[in-house]
């Protein structure tokens, strides 16, 4: 999956490997129409089955890789909101001029958008529990359950998921998407 592009890379892992798998959840997921989703799809089934025939085994060398992310954001998600030094590791693996978008389409530019929001979880008692990570290449689905403080129940959604894309080992963008306007 590794020699697929990001398009079709995170199409296959959101299909196969999410919760959020059917047709209109994965085009609301990554913003385009379902159509644009199926042939995604049938473009990255039809690569890999090229590529299956083309290559011996590919090792362990991406099956590492995808554990070494999924770790990686296993560990940070579970101490983020509790561990000031795991918190900034993860603030500096994001790209300075990171690109956000959110679920109701907004979208902004730069690091301090996501910290802005960890901050706001500290500060309101909100916090992300991950319960599933996919990883592939520089593509990782990050989904989990929101808990709120008694004081503000309503401030997060039930569930979110993460679609984090990486270039040069830092988060380029971060797609995050709120249950409540998942169908």
């Known amino acids: 999956m590794s020699r697929l592009s990001d398009e079709l890379s995170s199409c296959l892992i959101l ?3 999410s919760h959020f798998n059917k047709y209109d959840e994965i085009a609301l997921l990554l913003g385009v129409p379902i159509g644009t ?3 995604r799809l049938a473009a990255a089934r039809e690569k890999l089955s090229k590529l299956y025939h083309q290559t011996d085994d590919a090792g362990d060398r991406a099956l590492n ?5 999924s770790s990686y954001y296993q560990h940070v998600w579970t101490h983020i909101y509790d561990d000031h030094l795991s918190r900034n590791e993860f603030f500096n693996h994001l790209n300075p001029m990171l690109n956000v978008r959110f679920t109701s389409g907004k979208s902004g530019n730069g690091r301090g958008i996501f910290e802005k929001e960890i901050n706001d979880d500290l500060t309101f008692g909100s916090r992300f529990n991950v319960k599933q990570i996919a990883s592939c290449g520089n593509i990782s689905v990050v989904e989990g359950i929101n808990s709120n403080n008694i004081e503000y129940p309503d401030r997060c959604s039930p569930s979110s998921v993460f679609v984090v894309f990486r270039q040069s080992e830092k988060i380029s963008d ?3 998407f709120d249950s409540s306007r998942i169908i």
């Open 15 to 17: 299909r196969y490997f």
């Open 37 to 39: 989703v199926r042939s």
């Open 65 to 69: 890789q995808s554990n070494k992310w």
């Open 174 to 176: 971060f797609h995050i």
